[in-house]
């Protein structure tokens, strides 16, 4: 590494040690692209892959994973199969957004935001991601806590492993080494695949229900609607269009990437959703033994599966609960580091050396670290926490995703990149959708009667 | 490390030359600090940002209320 920290060239640039890093992954990936053949397609590939899988991946977070779970046990195999895979279609059509808006203007969310729409909204947006992600890691610890919990772990003990994991990663100074680290272990979201194989499946059911989008047992019901509202409107998280944004821009992605970022968010959407199917259909089995599991926590679940699916399944379960809080704590945290460093100016990047970082390094490790202490708290309330942070993540959706819509169709800043008439058409269809299906959920917190005349309690 | 180049009249390490050959200018940390003018908004677009205000009024409403509500 050069010995210069900022020398100032000639023409007025200033060059900093997150640049030459960057410069470092960007030359790997024009001498990828200079050699063309298929196999220098698939390093291509191989460098470029990273923000969409790890959104994807983090948005099967420890709280979504026990909503899946509960789903699978309440509702079985039917209609929840093919819905679940409908709202990762929807989530892929939003974060291609970031994809394009970070390449094309090297700039993050929040910082878009502040610079085209003034302070209010910049500080309104940084604000509304800060409480909302602060709640989520608390949830995300819960997780961590409830899963190792099943091995016998101690809850300090685990919530402090799950730091000096999140530390670990941070420590190598580097978006590229970060982002191997945590692909590596978002990957491990895949492990509810083999736990759905050892609870035997009935794929005539399972065909069945993509085909016919059915059965829903009950019906539709006023809590069933909750259900749907609540799922829809949470299927893109205020995070989520932060983080892949900024790490798009941090890992250097250009307009010439586009197509290997769009490729990667939806690698990252199949895989996220194949682990949430699997989800469902591990715990199917509980439906059909009908066993009661709407308020289990991940230890629970794992307790219940066990007779079913042995205690290497049950295992396998609560491993995949922890690795799924612990990739969301990691990717969460750094999405307000992020945000905090774009809306205040202050340096902002994975490739940061720790002195050059302080600011960036202290809002990612505080937040998780605080969150964590939280959850240690005896007595505290905190199924209550979780009902709040999902009502709190569905509302804030729908101003986060009205920005993003303006950002993306604002040619000044997108060039070339605006988002084309016919995407445009699908794009304004998913915005409305889960705006409308967020301020009916928003009503119905309100008024919990609004939505009687359906049926149901 | 390879010996110096000259850019512009300067001298630059092979670190610098690396870094202006594989970023673009708008990819360096210190262009990203020069802030991106403000939108110009049009009558549809101020009228969707007050309609959002109004949102957000309401969402803080319903947040206060829920957070009331539970903690009874």
Known sequence: ?457 | MAANNQINGSTVSPDQKLVLSALELDQLAARKKQPIPRRQLRGYEKLALWSLRIYVFFMIIVVIYQVLAGAK
């Open chain 1, 1 to 457: 590494m050069s010995s210069v920290e900022a020398p100032k060239l000639a023409a007025g640039v200033v060059i900093t040690h997150e640049d030459i890093d960057r410069a470092h992954d960007r030359e790997r990936v024009v001498a990828a692209r200079a050699r063309g053949g298929i196999f220098s397609r698939l390093r291509l590939l191989w460098l470029l892959v990273g923000p969409g899988i790890l959104v994807m991946l983090g948005e099967n977070d420890g709280p979504s994973m026990l909503s899946y779970a509960a789903t699978g046990s309440r509702f079985g195999i039917g209609f929840f199969i093919p819905f679940v895979v409908l709202t990762f279609f929807m989530a892929l059509i939003v974060q291609e957004m970031t994809v394009r808006l970070g390449s094309a203007t090297h700039r993050g969310h929040a910082e878009l935001i502040f610079d085209r729409f003034g302070p209010f909204w910049g500080w309104f947006s940084m604000i509304d991601l800060g409480i909302g992600n602060f709640l989520t890691l608390i949830t995300e610890f819960i997780a961590i806590r409830a899963g190792l919990g099943f091995f016998g772990v101690p809850p300090w003990a685990a919530v402090l492993s799950a730091l000096v994991v999140l530390f670990l990663a941070l420590v190598t100074h580097r978006y590229w080494t970060w982002e191997r680290i945590t692909l590596a272990a978002a990957l491990f979201n895949l492990v509810f695949v083999p736990v759905a194989l050892l609870a035997g499946p009935d794929w005539r059911s399972v065909s069945h229900a993509v085909t016919t989008w059915m059965p829903l047992p009950g019906g539709l019901t006023k809590d069933t609607l909750l259900i749907l509202l609540a799922d829809i409107g949470a299927t893109v998280t205020p995070w989520m269009l932060f983080f892949q944004q900024s790490a798009t821009v941090d890992k250097g992605l250009t307009k010439r990437d586009v197509r290997f970022g769009r490729i990667d968010t939806a690698l990252g959407a199949a895989l996220a959703a194949t682990a949430a199917v699997a989800t469902i259909l591990a715990t199917a089995p509980l439906f059909a033994h009908h066993m009661s599991a709407d308020n289990f926590q991940a230890a629970e679940f794992a307790q219940a599966l066990q007779p079913l699916i042995g205690r290497f399944g049950a295992s396998l379960f609560a491993l995949g609960i922890v690795e799924a809080g612990m990739v969301a704590s990691i990717t969460i945290s750094t999405s307000s580091a992020y945000a905090f460093g774009e809306v205040a100016h202050r340096p902002h990047s994975l490739n940061l050396p720790l002195r050059q970082g302080k600011s960036f390094y202290l809002v990612l490790f505080l937040c998780a670290a605080a969150a964590a202490a939280i959850v240690l708290i005896p007595g505290l309330p905190l199924v209550y926490a979780v009902l709040v942070v999902n009502v709190i993540a569905v509302l804030a959706m729908p101003p986060a995703l009205l920005f993003l819509f303006m950002l993306a169709n604002d040619r000044e800043i997108m060039g070339d990149l605006v988002t084309p008439p016919l995407v445009n058409v699908l794009a304004t269809a998913v915005v409305i959708f889960l705006t409308l299906a967020g301020i009916l959920f928003g009503i119905s917190v309100i008024a919990p009667n609004v939505f009687a005349f359906i049926g149901g309690k």
